[in-house]
């Protein structure tokens, strides 16, 4: 299965319509916790330079410095696994880890917290 069947059958498991995660536009990330479990994602509207998608490994923080602009390609070639969440359209958010564990929906209020309309 390709990574764009895996992001369909994703996006089919959880009702929604795919939007194309473009891999030469920057993605935010917190590089140094991605070895930590569990990994987090949630993408807001894009913009013309970013997919919309921010991922941390552990515990979120709220500093000014904790996501870092990194081109998408970088991240699926990082955490391979990620591939197939990265269609999921605006307002979505997972959770998963190494053992298997799933977690995806959608959450409006992720617009908000990046500023933007819900």
């Known amino acids: 299965m390709t990574?764009?069947?895996e992001q369909s059958a994703i996006c089919k498991k959880y009702n929604c319509t795919p939007l194309e995660f473009n891999p030469s536009i920057n993605v935010g990330?917190?590089?140094a916790s991605l070895s930590q479990q569990p990994i987090y994602g949630v993408r807001v509207r894009p913009t013309s330079?970013?997919?919309g998608w921010y991922f941390w490994g552990g515990e979120y923080s709220d500093d000014d410095g904790f996501f870092q602009?990194?081109?998408g390609a970088h991240i699926i070639e990082?955490?391979?696994?990620?591939?197939k969440y990265l269609a999921l359209p605006p307002g979505y958010k997972f959770i998963v880890d190494d053992e298997g564990y799933e977690d995806v929906w959608?959450?409006?209020s992720a617009f908000v917290r990046a500023g933007q309309e819900p």
């Open 3 to 5: 990574v764009k069947d």
């Open 29 to 31: 990330v917190n590089l």
């Open 49 to 51: 330079d970013t997919s």
């Open 69 to 71: 602009p990194v081109h």
């Open 78 to 83: 990082k955490v391979p696994s990620l591939g």
């Open 106 to 108: 959608y959450d409006p």
